[in-house]
């Protein structure tokens, strides 16, 4: 894509999942350069003036703070930061636990509002783009996720609230993919075959249409034709909505019971 010639971009959560596909992708552009970022980078394959690797806890300000150091280093500028870490618990929330919380929102929410404010301190005038992973989570009520829920809700009402604060050379999109048929859930659970929520979707076709939209300058990408379809008329009729998260707790019946 001649979109991203010469792009100097920033990707999150590039282990493993979408964030693995849609490197997978990039790097396949030519004149991309891509630090991809990830706890353990053992699995992400390093090619010469194209990924760079870079180990760093992307919940804390000094792991966000230690890539913009690297990425200015290397290239002196960041043109995309693709803020695609992030994790879920499936539970019942019973214990109070304030670490618990703080962990899930240090990472879903936090770290990408503090990654979009280090992109803008570069300054200048150049283009510049901010892509965030929120999930179709922050739009719907997925019993068990109750804390993953919130902070994708919370992600998407600072979005959306945002832009009417952005400057004109900043570029947000925000992505909104179903279930994807990855690890993921199982992470949340530390289980193998954790039910997925209804509809899932391919990740390799999710991390296609992530580049597809930035390319495109979307400001929101709907990966699956089918909630995007669903979505406005769960909000017009609220009823539906409330059928689709009680057939959705049977999946989880046993983490609630």
């Not at 404010?117 to 992973?133: D, L, N, P, S």
């Amino acid at each position: 894509m001649k979109y991203y010639f010469d792009k100097k971009i920033i990707l999150t959560g590039a282990s493993s999942g979408i964030g693995k596909e849609v490197l997978d992708i990039l790097s396949s552009i030519q004149g991309v350069k891509i630090i991809a970022v990830a706890r353990h980078i053992a699995n992400i394959q390093e090619i010469k003036d194209t990924i760079y690797p870079f180990s760093a806890d992307v919940s804390t300000q000094e792991g966000v703070d230690s890539i913009f150091q690297y990425a200015k280093q290397v290239f002196g500028r960041v043109d995309i930061f693709i803020a695609n870490a992030g994790f879920a618990y499936l539970e019942r929330l019973n214990t109070p636990d304030w670490k618990h919380i703080e962990h899930i929102y240090d990472l879903n929410v936090f770290s990408p509002i503090y990654s979009l404010e280090k992109m803008q301190e570069q300054g200048g005038e150049q283009q510049i783009v901010f892509a965030c992973t929120i999930s179709g989570a922050g739009l719907a009520s997925l019993p068990a996720y109750s804390l993953y829920c919130s902070t994708k809700a919370a992600l998407h009402h600072f979005i959306q609230t945002y832009r009417y604060e952005q400057r004109k050379n900043l570029q947000i999109t925000a992505i909104y993919p179903v279930a994807t048929r990855t690890a993921f859930f199982d992470k949340a659970t530390g289980e193998n075959n954790t039910p997925l929520p209804f509809p899932s979707q391919d990740a390799k076709v999710v991390a296609r249409k992530i580049v597809k939209g930035i390319a495109k300058r979307k400001k929101k990408i709907y990966p699956s034709i089918l909630f995007r379809m669903f979505y406005p008329i769960g909000r017009a009729f609220p009823s539906c909505m409330k059928i689709y998260s009680s057939l959705e707790k049977r999946k989880v019946s046993k983490w609630l019971d």
